[in-house]
Protein backbone atom coordinates (compact mmCIF):
# COMPACT_ATOMS: atom_id res chain seq x y z
CA UNK A 1 0.00 0.00 0.00
CA UNK A 2 2.96 2.55 0.99
CA UNK A 3 4.48 1.64 -2.70
CA UNK A 4 0.94 2.63 -4.32
CA UNK A 5 0.02 5.43 -2.03
CA UNK A 6 3.71 6.85 -3.03
CA UNK A 7 3.16 6.58 -6.71
CA UNK A 8 -0.58 7.85 -6.70
CA UNK A 9 0.66 10.68 -4.65
CA UNK A 10 4.03 11.18 -7.09
CA UNK A 11 1.73 11.10 -10.04
CA UNK A 12 -0.91 13.73 -8.93
CA UNK A 13 1.11 16.02 -8.10
CA UNK A 14 3.86 15.76 -11.21
CA UNK A 15 0.90 16.63 -13.60
CA UNK A 16 -0.79 19.46 -11.32
CA UNK A 17 3.10 20.92 -11.19
CA UNK A 18 3.18 20.40 -15.00
CA UNK A 19 -0.49 22.39 -15.14
CA UNK A 20 0.36 24.62 -12.72
CA UNK A 21 -2.90 23.66 -11.00
CA UNK A 22 -4.08 22.98 -7.12
CA UNK A 23 -5.00 19.58 -5.89
CA UNK A 24 -8.49 19.30 -4.38
CA UNK A 25 -9.15 16.14 -2.18
CA UNK A 26 -11.99 14.75 0.09
CA UNK A 27 -11.53 15.60 3.48
CA UNK A 28 -11.48 11.72 4.50
CA UNK A 29 -11.61 12.11 8.35
CA UNK A 30 -13.23 9.70 9.88
CA UNK A 31 -14.20 7.92 6.35
CA UNK A 32 -14.00 4.28 8.32
CA UNK A 33 -17.12 5.38 10.39
CA UNK A 34 -19.16 7.00 7.52
CA UNK A 35 -19.03 4.63 5.00
CA UNK A 36 -19.88 0.94 4.52
CA UNK A 37 -19.07 -1.73 2.05
CA UNK A 38 -19.73 -5.24 1.68
CA UNK A 39 -18.64 -7.78 4.01
CA UNK A 40 -15.97 -9.12 1.13
CA UNK A 41 -14.86 -5.22 0.45
CA UNK A 42 -14.18 -4.74 4.63
CA UNK A 43 -10.38 -5.87 5.29
CA UNK A 44 -9.26 -3.64 1.80
CA UNK A 45 -11.47 -0.75 2.99
CA UNK A 46 -10.14 -0.66 7.03
CA UNK A 47 -6.48 -1.73 5.85
CA UNK A 48 -5.95 1.29 2.92
CA UNK A 49 -3.71 4.00 4.19
CA UNK A 50 -5.80 6.94 3.72
CA UNK A 51 -4.47 8.76 6.17
CA UNK A 52 -0.41 7.80 4.36
CA UNK A 53 -1.94 8.96 0.89
CA UNK A 54 -3.56 12.25 2.52
CA UNK A 55 0.38 12.88 3.64
CA UNK A 56 2.01 11.70 1.17
CA UNK A 57 0.24 13.94 -1.35
CA UNK A 58 0.20 17.15 0.99
CA UNK A 59 4.23 16.44 1.66
CA UNK A 60 5.17 16.10 -2.28
CA UNK A 61 2.90 18.90 -3.35
CA UNK A 62 4.01 21.63 -0.17
CA UNK A 63 7.68 20.82 -1.93
CA UNK A 64 6.66 21.66 -5.57
CA UNK A 65 4.21 24.56 -4.44
CA UNK A 66 1.21 22.79 -5.36
CA UNK A 67 -2.07 24.29 -3.21
CA UNK A 68 -4.01 21.52 -1.73
CA UNK A 69 -7.42 22.34 -0.73
CA UNK A 70 -9.39 19.80 1.26
CA UNK A 71 -13.21 20.02 0.86
CA UNK A 72 -16.46 18.40 2.28
CA UNK A 73 -17.33 15.67 0.64
CA UNK A 74 -21.11 15.27 1.82
CA UNK A 75 -23.64 14.76 -0.81
CA UNK A 76 -20.77 15.23 -4.21
CA UNK A 77 -22.29 12.23 -5.91
CA UNK A 78 -25.95 13.81 -5.10
CA UNK A 79 -25.55 17.20 -6.30
CA UNK A 80 -26.27 17.66 -10.39
CA UNK A 81 -23.51 19.87 -11.83
CA UNK A 82 -25.82 21.28 -13.92
CA UNK A 83 -28.34 22.21 -12.18
CA UNK A 84 -27.61 22.24 -8.44
CA UNK A 85 -30.56 19.63 -6.91
CA UNK A 86 -28.61 17.34 -4.87
CA UNK A 87 -31.12 14.49 -3.78
CA UNK A 88 -30.55 10.52 -3.21
CA UNK A 89 -32.91 9.60 -6.07
CA UNK A 90 -30.11 10.85 -8.82
CA UNK A 91 -28.25 7.87 -7.72
CA UNK A 92 -30.52 5.32 -9.34
CA UNK A 93 -27.54 2.70 -8.99
CA UNK A 94 -23.76 2.89 -7.70
CA UNK A 95 -22.08 3.76 -10.78
CA UNK A 96 -25.07 6.08 -11.95
CA UNK A 97 -26.30 9.50 -11.49
CA UNK A 98 -29.35 10.95 -13.48
CA UNK A 99 -31.08 14.09 -11.91
CA UNK A 100 -34.73 14.26 -11.24
CA UNK A 101 -34.70 17.88 -11.66
CA UNK A 102 -33.42 18.70 -14.71
CA UNK A 103 -32.67 15.11 -16.48
CA UNK A 104 -28.73 15.31 -16.49
CA UNK A 105 -26.92 11.72 -16.97
CA UNK A 106 -23.04 10.91 -15.99
CA UNK A 107 -20.96 8.63 -14.39
CA UNK A 108 -21.35 9.59 -10.43
CA UNK A 109 -17.52 9.39 -10.17
CA UNK A 110 -17.08 11.67 -12.70
CA UNK A 111 -20.44 14.07 -10.92
CA UNK A 112 -18.37 13.47 -7.74
CA UNK A 113 -15.07 14.73 -8.90
CA UNK A 114 -16.83 17.53 -11.36
CA UNK A 115 -18.20 18.60 -7.50
CA UNK A 116 -15.00 18.27 -5.35
CA UNK A 117 -13.40 20.62 -8.43
CA UNK A 118 -16.63 23.53 -7.45
CA UNK A 119 -16.14 22.89 -3.61
CA UNK A 120 -12.38 22.81 -4.28
CA UNK A 121 -12.62 26.67 -6.56
CA UNK A 122 -14.91 27.90 -3.79
CA UNK A 123 -12.45 27.04 -1.10
CA UNK A 124 -9.76 29.00 -3.11
CA UNK A 125 -11.68 32.18 -3.67
CA UNK A 126 -11.75 31.79 -7.43
CA UNK A 127 -14.21 30.09 -10.46
CA UNK A 128 -11.54 30.24 -12.97
CA UNK A 129 -8.39 28.55 -10.91
CA UNK A 130 -7.58 24.95 -12.97
CA UNK A 131 -7.51 22.00 -10.88
CA UNK A 132 -6.36 18.32 -11.08
CA UNK A 133 -9.20 16.25 -9.04
CA UNK A 134 -8.76 13.90 -7.07
CA UNK A 135 -11.74 11.30 -5.03
CA UNK A 136 -9.77 9.07 -3.07
CA UNK A 137 -13.04 6.57 -2.32
CA UNK A 138 -16.31 6.94 -3.74
CA UNK A 139 -18.29 10.08 -2.72
CA UNK A 140 -21.06 10.47 -0.25
Known amino acids: MTWVNHN ?3 QLVHKARRGHKALALEEL ?11 SQRYERLSWAFHQLRQLIAYKAEA ?19 CGHCAQENRPSQSDFLCRQCGFAAHADVVGA ?22 VLGTA
Open 64 to 82: AGIPVLFVDPAHTSRTCPA
Open 29 to 39: TYIHQRSTVRK
Open 8 to 10: ISK
Open 114 to 135: TNIRRKGLEARGTVNCPMVLLA
